[in-house]
């Protein structure tokens, strides 16, 4: 995925009120921007970290400027926006790079589906063979002290709870389901779930992986100009 225009540079102030941003220019002006991250953000918005922002040509935008990525004090970059997660993992379906999710004859996305009224964020469709449900979730949190690993989730989720009692339903009637983490952390080298944050999550995880849940990560590539998903990383229980 290329950022075009390329993204342009400023300063964290602060992020505020969960989807609203302060920043300061390289000329030192100030403004405010969107960030599309509604999640805890731990590590990924410290007060003058280097921040990267796009800007919409939407004219009925209040903002029209978003927050994409962060570059830590140690030069770590992370990707802040989650809208950008499906967009890369859709780029690496199609482009080959998840060799695991090929041979399917038709992708759609946010398609409705299970018991509890969501939408899928992938759906793989094929003459030959049963479809695939894949959720996509973004990971950013690092753990500091444990070289390379990363957590999800980074705050409790009742939303993700729901997704993994309706992946489960999917592979229990038959279908194939896949939980897939975006690692859009340049520091993040392996993926577990954080037990020490969402203990339900984690027991929802591991009973959907035993009745047919599958996880994958996959590691993105990260620059001002372009992001793309470039190689799969270990998940450790």
Same mark, same amino acid.
């Given at each position: 995925?290329?950022?075009?225009?390329?993204?342009?540079? +400023?300063?964290?102030?602060?992020?505020?009120?969960?989807?609203? +941003?302060?920043?300061? /220019?390289?000329?030192? !002006?100030?403004?405010?921007?969107? =960030?599309?991250?509604?999640?805890?953000?731990?590590?990924?918005?410290?007060?003058?970290?280097?921040?990267?922002?796009? !800007?919409?040509?939407?004219?009925?935008?209040?903002?029209?400027?978003?927050?994409? $990525?962060?570059?830590?004090?140690?030069?770590?970059?992370? =990707?802040?926006? !989650?809208?950008?997660?499906?967009?890369?993992?859709?780029?690496?379906?199609?482009?080959?790079?998840? @060799?695991?999710?090929?041979?399917?004859?038709?992708?759609?996305?946010?398609?409705?589906?299970?018991?509890?009224?969501?939408?899928?964020?992938?759906?793989?469709?094929?003459?030959?063979?049963?479809?695939?449900?894949?959720?996509?979730?973004?990971?950013?949190?690092?753990?500091?002290? @444990?070289?390379?690993?990363?957590?999800?989730?980074?705050?409790?989720?009742?939303?993700?709870?729901?997704? $993994?009692?309706?992946?489960?339903?999917?592979?229990?009637?038959?279908?194939?389901?896949?939980?897939?983490?975006?690692?859009?952390?340049?520091?993040?080298?392996?993926?577990? &779930?954080?037990?020490?944050?969402?203990? @339900?999550?984690?027991?929802?995880?591991? !009973?959907?992986?035993?009745?047919?849940?599958? &996880?994958?990560?996959?590691? +993105?590539?990260?620059?001002?100009?372009?992001?793309? /998903?470039?190689?799969?990383?270990?998940?450790?229980?």
């Amino acid at each position: 995925m290329k950022f075009e225009p390329i993204l342009e540079p +400023a300063t964290l102030i602060k992020r505020y009120k969960r989807f609203l +941003a302060d920043i300061t /220019l390289p000329d030192g !002006t100030e403004r405010t921007i969107h =960030c599309a991250n509604t999640g805890a953000m731990t590590g990924c918005a410290e007060a003058g970290n280097q921040v990267w922002y796009s !800007t919409s040509d939407n004219p009925k935008r209040k903002y029209p400027n978003s927050w994409e $990525l962060s570059v830590t004090s140690k030069g770590h970059s992370i =990707c802040v926006n !989650t809208a950008r997660a499906n967009q890369l993992a859709v780029e690496a379906i199609e482009s080959g790079v998840i @060799k695991e999710l090929q041979g399917y004859d038709q992708l759609q996305t946010e398609v409705k589906y299970g018991n509890e009224n969501s939408r899928i964020d992938i759906l793989l469709n094929s003459k030959s063979k049963p479809k695939c449900y894949i959720e996509v979730k973004s990971v950013t949190l690092l753990d500091e002290e @444990k070289e390379g690993q990363g957590y999800f989730p980074d705050a409790v989720t009742t939303r993700g709870q729901k997704h $993994l009692r309706e992946l489960s339903e999917m592979a229990q009637n038959g279908s194939r389901s896949v939980l897939l983490f975006t690692v859009l952390h340049s520091g993040i080298e392996k993926v577990s &779930v954080a037990h020490h944050i969402d203990a @339900k999550y984690s027991q929802l995880l591991k !009973t959907a992986r035993e009745q047919g849940v599958e &996880v994958m990560c996959y590691k +993105a590539e990260l620059s001002h100009s372009e992001i793309k /998903l470039v190689k799969a990383i270990e998940f450790i229980n």
